[in-house]
């Protein structure tokens, strides 16, 4: 059951820490649930998913929506004017279209860095040095629209514990490195089946969506 579920994470999340059910390819349905189970902070990696998502909950009252996927820049336009936390702002180009898109709608939209730090090759994410290098650029101070809250991370698709811990403890010292630049509050890591090592390493958001609503649906 997703109550059950979301009411078994939570429990054992300490102080600080926040669930972010990550509802893709599950309907409506599923979300209205896990609403009624206390869970406000879901998460969605598609900007047509989100929007159709969006519109059909508008009725739930203090549900925010995270976007957590690849976010082309042609798409920001569309989750502007309701997103409540862009997990993965991967490129300064994006950063620059989410300011954009931002202040068209008047709104400061809250992003996370999306670290790569995971040993699989992927187009997407800044490593660490690139990052710093981001950070030590200056340039995000001129995005009036953007508020860089903190640094998202996945760790390698691996039952190597060792490995997966090491890349989150990688995102844990971005984060507290860039800390010093930029007042960081949110580290986002950990899902279905790595989120206990990502808490102790110091995860404040995790991202679970198979644990909680079980194989995606479409
Ligand atoms: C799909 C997804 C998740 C959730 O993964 P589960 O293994 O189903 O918990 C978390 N983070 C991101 C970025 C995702 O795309």
Redesign the pocket.
């Known amino acids: 059951m997703i109550s059950d579920e979301i009411q078994r994470i939570t429990a054992q999340l300490p102080d600080g820490v926040r669930l972010v059910a990550?509802s893709?390819y599950h309907p409506a349905d599923a979300i209205r649930e896990a609403y009624g189970a206390g869970q406000r902070l879901f998460?969605e990696?598609h900007a047509q998913e989100i929007q159709q998502k969006h519109t059909a909950l508008a009725d739930l009252a203090g549900l925010e929506w995270h976007f957590?996927?690849h976010l082309q820049t042609n798409k920001v336009k569309y989750i502007a004017p309701y997103v409540s936390l862009i997990?993965?702002a991967d490129s300064p180009r994006l950063l620059e279209e989410i300011n954009k898109q931002a202040l068209k709608v008047g709104r400061r939209l809250r992003c996370l860095l999306q670290l790569h730090v995971a040993a699989e090759e992927t187009k997407f994410g800044f490593t660490p040095d690139e990052a710093m290098a981001y950070l030590d650029s200056g340039a995000w101070r001129e995005l009036e629209g953007v508020e860089l809250t903190g640094v998202m991370a996945?760790a390698t698709n691996t039952d190597d514990s060792a490995r997966i811990r090491q890349d989150f403890h990688a995102a844990r010292l971005f984060f507290e490195r860039g800390r010093q630049i930029v007042p960081f509050t949110e580290l986002s890591m950990g899902?279905?089946?790595d989120w206990h090592i990502a808490v102790d390493e110091g995860s404040t958001l995790i991202?679970?969506?198979?644990?909680i609503f079980g194989e995606r649906q479409y």
């Open positions: 990550v893709k998460g990696s957590i996927g997990h993965s996945m899902m279905s089946d991202r679970i969506g198979t644990q």
